[in-house]
Nanobody, 117 residues
Framework: QVQLVESGGGLVQPGGSLRLSCAAS????????MAWYRQAPGKERELVAA???????NYLDSVKDRFTISRDNAKNTMYLQMNSLKPEDTAVYYC???????????WGQGTQVTVSS
């Protein structure tokens, strides 16, 4: 019954910005780690950014200084602010959340981000 719903994707020009959101619901467990992954056609899904419950973050090297991950624990919501977008950022972006106690991870359906001129 866990649901992760992403929003905020779309088509933007290089250098543009988008803010992705992921809202989690349907679980009685607290969320431990939340993360954004992305997958381009024909490529492996890769970790873009992750954030622990306490706010520790980790970023894919190619997005450092351009993307910022954050979360609102009270709202069970995670955000990814993406600035200075590049065509190589084009992918489906997926929300992932790992819950306490169970240690299980869940995926959202993904939101398309297309960066093109």
């Amino acid at each position: 019954q866990v649901q992760l719903v992403e929003s905020g994707g779309g088509l933007v020009q290089p250098g543009g910005s988008l803010r992705l959101s992921c809202a989690a619901s349907g679980s009685s467990f607290s969320i431990n780690t939340m993360a954004w992954y992305r997958q381009a056609p024909g490529k492996e899904r890769e970790l873009v950014a992750a954030i622990t419950r306490g706010g520790r973050t980790n970023y894919l090297d190619s997005v450092k200084d351009r993307f910022t991950i954050s979360r609102d624990n009270a709202k069970n919501t995670m955000y990814l602010q993406m600035n200075s977008l590049k065509p190589e950022d084009t992918a489906v972006y997926y929300c992932n959340a790992v819950f306490d106690v169970s240690g299980l991870g869940y995926w959202g359906q993904g939101t398309q981000v297309t960066v093109s001129s």
